[in-house]
């Protein structure tokens, strides 16, 4: 039995999900996730096998159909499949956001309408802030929304959407004309619902191909492009304008986790890979894990996965219990995808030439890992988030 990574104090059903799904990532995932990353392919028969498990219904409320579980047990279910293939937590981890989001702030009649279809995988839900010429400035957004009657038409680019083909439901930030002074309180998030596919997939709303990426393979992400789209006054989320910017951080600061959770799941995963062939490969008449250098680099990297998955559940836990937790997310986001880029290359050298060859699992690790440094924030963002709260709490 693995020490790593375990957590103090889970309940016996929790144990059990995590048990379900660490067997179906061993059965179902890892066997395939090579052939699938290489090819690119979407994962839809692994897909339909969390669909079965309940699984994009995990943290939706019972009322709704869901489990009603804690963002700590999403968390560790999402550290155990990206231990199998970042792609597949990629799948959930929007959906996740949305279904957050709606069940936080949406009106009751949002409520009903998404969440019971949201719990069985029925709808899929993605995330839209970025665009294409927007970084990390949030209040800078261009894509408009203007109000005609009881429509609004959007017009404008949105970028880097996960799941942007396959998901039939979107949550929107643009900007909307509320009168504010601040920017940020001129923003507002839609509820769009869509047909999965790619092209113009409804009047005034084309998603393009698929964007070809480093790794994060199998996952679509692409563009959105709303020129002239209408939609109902009734999808703004909460029937609030101008308060989307404040939701949309609410769902970032639980992506963060999400985030945080799945570097962690990588960091493991590369631990394994490397410790195996470390007892494996013999240099010089014994294995090279009896060598000091790879010995301690073992060490180094078993104490670094250690400390990310400690930070994780902490920041879990505390959004669970209802406290601010964005100086934490912020810590174990940053410290979980850094840690893991670092784990990955560490496992990658250890194992020699062969870590470059596409037959091993670490090479796909080796371009996956990179991608959790920028996702839900970069380093830098994280550093920003982290000194303002510090600041704040230990006001002079």
Known sequence: MARLARTAGLTDV???ILSTVRSFVDKEIIPHAQALEHAD???AEIVAGMKEMGLFGLTIPEEYGGLGESLLTYALVVEEIARGWMSVSGVINTHFIVAHMITRHGTPEQKQHFLPRMA???????????????????????????????????????????????????????????????????????????PSGFGEVLPGLTIPGKIDKMGYKGVD?????????????????????????????????????NVAARACGIAIRSFELAIAYAQQRTTFGKPIAQHQAIAFK????????????????????LKDS???????????????????????????????????????????LMREAPFLLIGEGTSEIQKTIISRGLLRDYKA
Not at 230 to 239: C, S
Not at 351 to 362: A, C, D, L, R, T
């Open 120 to 194: 069985t995988g029925e709808v899929r839900g993605s995330f839209s802030m970025s665009e294409p010429d927007l970084g990390s400035d949030v209040a800078a957004i261009k894509t408009r929304a203007r109000r005609e009657g009881d429509e609004y038409v959007i017009d404008g680019a949105k970028m880097w959407l996960t799941n942007g083909g396959s998901s039939n439901l979107i949550a929107l930030l643009v900007k909307t004309d509320e009168g504010a002074e601040k920017a940020h309180q001129n923003l507002t998030t839609f509820l769009v619902e869509k």
């Open 41 to 43: 392919e979407y994962p």
């Open 221 to 257: 992400t692409t563009e959105a492009v709303f020129d002239g789209f209408k939609i109902g006054a009734d999808m703004v989320l909460g029937n609030a304008p101008g308060k989307g910017f404040s939701y949309m951080m609410d769902g970032v600061e639980v992506g963060r986790v």
């Open 298 to 317: 073992l060490a180094e990297m078993a104490t670094k996965v250690e400390a990310a998955h400690l930070m994780m559940v902490n920041a879990a836990r």
């Open 322 to 364: 209802g406290a601010r937790n964005d100086v934490e997310a912020g810590m174990a986001k940053l410290i979980a995808s850094e840690y893991c880029a670092e784990v990955t290359q560490e496992a990658f050298r250890i194992h020699g030439g062969y870590g470059y060859s596409k037959e091993y699992e670490i090479e796909r």
């Open 14 to 16: 929790q144990q059990e």
